[in-house]
């Protein structure tokens, strides 16, 4: 029968196979949260049995204080790092799986109970922090016709690219409506003499539908005998490419990405600023282009500088932008989205990150009437704020006297990372364009053509599926071609005080 190790005789155990570690000193006014709380739980483990379990000479197991039935595994191994013993410590609780390279408490416990830590000075007392509240339920969404939101969400991913090419229509008929009335009775053979509308709608199929050049083909053929795709015949592989580079096409795209957020414009109170890096680098390696390790002379990312709708995460506007040029930086193109934005929405609230916090666009904003839900950096006086100094003492006093309040709208920014997530997913390995770059002007200050028009397409297909989501719970179905249709409030308020 094994020999059982009580908690509370650790002298007990078998000696230690593994090399000794050094004993380190930390001054006690230096000690940060975990270590603080990592001294209590051991405090309380030398206390009162059954917080801390020996299960072997290299683990042990300790119990949570609040929780006596939660436990996590705390394991201590010696490992060779290119010639060097080292010792590790693991943990399985989600401070250490979040933050490896940081000592949770449980480990610092443990390495309090082997005694290779000792505290030097006297501790000071803990910050005992207020009662926070607890985690908002989700909000249960129904459809209007009695289904639960799930259901109709499954309804719609069913529906999703037929009724995602029934709007690529609509916005082809209300651009030629519009711009081109005399040329819709008409439809061209390909290449250049294709008009701009449908050159821009087959490169939006092309995204719908997720498929490479080649098998691009039988689809357009398709939906040109549906009546979707107003050509002749489908377009060639290099037809596709060169559409895809061709920069009268972003202007129709662009002017379509208002039009396929307007239906939610009752929906929207509140924007989420933000950017991200969406350049297709064909050539470089997966993980290169996902970190930005590609060193290579003149490589360059494009930007995405995104607003969108903190309800629904519709895209109301977007603008691009190198990533090492001047004038590159956030903060130049908060003003002109929420311009944009403006012309639709009535926005009363701007989320971001530090990134956008200035003296000029808070006042910007604060003329407006629109609230900015940023963070104050440190060290971000106030008083020296001449211009705007009302909007700015009014966000620092906000930030700092009513940190819940602030974060209970604050919270919702970080929606937007499931947008960029989504983006980034949609048609992944099909339609990567390989974009020529820019003669007339550097990478960094004009993105290749191609990248943007594929991003455009996108963006514009996120707002199709969002549609075609919210036409099954709302009943509500739309069409472009009819501009004041559009989408009711949906549910509780999420910018509600």
Not at 182 to 194: I, L, N, S
Not at 229 to 245: E, F, G, K, V
Not at 318 to 335: K, M, Q, W
Request: charged content about 30%; glycine content about 6%.
């Amino acid at each position: 029968m094994a020999q059982e190790h009580l908690p509370n005789e650790p002298e007990r155990a078998e000696p230690s196979a593994l090399a000794e570690s050094p004993r380190e000193t930390l001054q006690a006014a230096e000690l940060d949260e975990r270590q603080l709380r990592g001294i209590e739980l051991h405090r309380a483990a030398e206390r009162a049995n059954g917080l801390m379990v020996l299960l072997n000479d290299s683990t042990t197991l300790w119990y949570s204080q609040t929780d006596s039935t939660r436990a996590y595994q705390v394991s201590r191994e010696q490992r060779n790092r290119r010639g060097t013993p080292q010792i590790e410590y693991r943990c399985q609780c989600g401070d250490f799986v979040k933050n490896g390279r940081v000592d949770c408490l449980h480990i610092f416990a443990e390495k309090l109970r082997r005694g290779e830590v000792a505290i030097a000075g006297a501790l000071r007392n803990r910050r005992k922090y207020a009662a926070r509240s607890n985690r908002r339920p989700a909000r249960k969404v129904k459809a209007a016709d009695g289904r639960s939101g799930r259901s109709a969400r499954r309804a719609a991913r069913v529906k999703m690219f037929d009724e995602a090419h029934r709007l690529i229509d609509s916005l082809v008929r209300v651009t030629l409506i519009e711009e081109e009335r005399e040329q819709a009775a008409r439809p061209r053979r390909g290449g250049q003499q294709t008009p701009t509308v449908h050159r821009a709608a087959a490169l939006l199929h092309k995204i719908v539908e997720g498929r490479s050049a080649d098998d691009m083909i039988s689809r357009y053929a398709r939906l040109i005998r549906g009546g979707m795709l107003r050509l002749d015949r489908p377009p060639h592989q290099n037809t596709q490419s060169a559409w895809m580079n061709d920069a009268e096409i972003t202007q129709t795209l662009m002017a379509w990405l208002p039009r396929t957020s307007a239906p939610f414009r009752r929906c929207e109170r509140g924007g989420i600023v933000d950017s991200t890096k969406e350049s297709q680098l064909a050539s470089a390696h997966a993980r290169f282009v996902e970190y930005g390790g590609d060193l290579r002379d003149g490589a360059d990312w494009m930007k995405v500088h995104t607003l969108a709708g903190v309800e629904t995460l519709v895209v109301m506007a977007a603008r691009f932008s190198g990533s090492r040029g001047t004038g590159t930086h956030d903060i130049n193109f908060v003003i002109p989205l929420v311009e944009e934005a403006l012309k639709t929405f009535r926005l009363e609230f701007l989320l971001g990150d530090k990134a956008y916090l200035s003296e000029n666009v808070l006042g910007w904003l604060w003329q407006r009437s629109i609230k900015a839900v940023i963070p104050v950096k440190m060290r971000w006086d106030p008083n020296t704020k001449m211009a705007y100094h009302e909007a700015a003492v009014q966000l620092v006093e906000w930030f700092d006297k009513r940190q819940r309040d602030f974060h209970e709208k604050y919270r919702l920014r970080a929606k937007i990372e499931a947008l960029f997530s989504a983006l980034k997913r949609v048609t992944n390995g099909f339609v990567w364009s390989r974009g020529r770059r820019r003669s007339d002007a550097a990478n960094a200050d004009s993105p290749c053509t191609a990248w943007v028009n594929e991003t455009l397409c996108k963006l514009l297909y996120m707002n199709i599926r969002t549609t075609v989501s919210y036409q099954e719970l709302t009943g509500c179905s739309i069409d472009y071609t009819v501009p004041s249709r559009c989408f009711p409030e949906l549910g509780d308020d999420l910018l509600a005080a």
